[in-house]
C-alpha cells in the first residue's frame, strides 16, 4: 500500500460526502480531524498512562461546538478500510459542548505495538448514541450524527511526536497571515486579510522543517468554509522541501471565512492550524 492510500484510511470519515461537492470546502456539519495525544503532546500512547481524544469539527460558518460520545480500542485488522473495536473498549464516554478534549488511562495490561481505534459520533443537538455498528449511531433529538473513524494511533514506548506547527508560515498576496484558533469564529475586523470577491489566488504554506521528524511523509488536507482550492491533499515526502502552494478561488459572496489545514505523519501524529480572510 502507497503512502497516499495508507494516509487515507487512517483519516476515513463514517459520514457519507456528496461525490459532487468538492471535499475540500466545508459545505456542512464536519469532523475535520481526530487527534489522540498523551499528556505530553506526543502521538504515541503508552500503556497504564493518561491520554485525551479531541475532535476538529466544523460547518459552513466555521467552528461547531457537539455532545461526542466515543470508544478507545484495539483496532480488529480488516481490508474495509473502516476501522472498528477487535474487544470491548478500554475507554469510552460522552462530552459535554464545548469540551475541547476527552481525557482518559489506558490500562497497564495492553501491550505495546497495538493498533488503535477511535470511533464515535457528534451530535449538534441531542445526545448521542452508539449502538453495536455504527449504522445504529443517531441523535436522541433524530438528527443526523456525525459519525467519525479514525485508524491511527500506535502504542509504543519511543515517543513519537505530533506535526508541530509552531514554525507554520501562510502567506497570500505577499503577506503573511496570522493563525487564529480553531474554536474561533471568522470576522472582517481590521487584522483580518482582505480578498476581492472573485480572484484567484496562491496560498503559500511553509511548515518549517521541525513540522515532521526523518522520514516522514506528511499528508496535508486543506478546507474552506468557502471558496475552492485546487486540490483537497497535498503531500511532503522526507526529501521535499517541507513547503506547498496551492490555487484558491475566492467566492463571490462577500464576508469572513475560515481556512483550516489538518497535518497527518502516517504514524499516529495529526495537528491542524487555521486563519482567517474577509472576502469584499
Not at 230 to 257: D, I, Y
Amino acid at each position: 500500500m502507497r503512502n497516499s492510500e495508507i494516509f487515507l484510511v487512517a483519516g476515513l470519515l463514517l459520514a457519507c460526502e456528496d461525490p459532487l461537492k468538492p471535499a475540500e470546502r466545508i459545505d456542512d456539519p464536519r469532523v475535520l480531524a481526530a487527534r489522540v495525544s498523551t499528556a505530553t503532546g506526543d502521538a504515541s500512547l503508552v500503556p497504564g498512562e493518561s491520554a485525551e481524544a479531541e475532535l476538529l469539527l466544523a460547518g459552513p460558518q466555521g467552528p461547531l461546538t457537539a455532545r461526542v460520545a466515543y470508544r478507545l480500542c484495539a483496532a480488529a485488522e480488516s481490508q474495509r478500510g473502516v476501522p472498528y473495536c477487535a474487544e470491548e473498549p478500554f475507554a469510552a464516554g460522552v462530552t459535554d459542548p464545548g469540551v475541547g478534549a476527552a481525557a482518559f488511562d489506558l490500562p497497564p495490561t495492553l501491550r505495546g505495538g497495538v493498533r488503535l481505534a477511535l470511533l464515535g459520533a457528534a451530535c449538534l443537538d441531542g445526545d448521542p448514541e452508539l449502538g453495536e455498528t455504527p449504522l445504529d449511531w443517531s441523535c436522541t433529538n433524530g438528527t443526523e450524527p456525525l459519525g467519525f473513524t479514525f485508524d491511527a494511533y500506535t502504542l509504543g514506548t519511543t515517543p513519537q511526536a505530533n506535526p508541530d506547527l509552531n514554525a507554520l508560515s501562510v502567506k497570500v498576496a505577499q503577506t503573511n497571515l496570522e493563525l487564529s484558533p480553531a474554536s474561533t469564529a471568522a470576522t472582517c475586523d481590521a487584522g483580518t486579510l482582505k480578498v476581492a470577491a472573485g480572484e484567484t489566488h496562491v496560498v503559500d504554506l511553509d511548515l518549517g522543517e521541525a513540522a515532521r521528524e526523518p522520514q516522514e511523509t506528511l499528508q496535508l488536507s486543506h478546507f474552506s468554509t468557502r471558496g475552492k482550492f485546487e486540490r483537497h491533499f497535498s503531500f511532503v515526502g522526507p526529501e521535499q522541501a517541507p513547503r506547498v502552494a496551492l490555487k484558491w478561488q475566492v467566492p463571490r459572496e462577500t464576508g469572513p471565512l475560515k481556512q483550516y489545514l489538518v497535518v497527518r505523519d502516517g504514524r499516529g501524529g495529526v495537528s491542524w492550524a487555521t486563519w482567517n480572510f474577509c472576502v469584499r
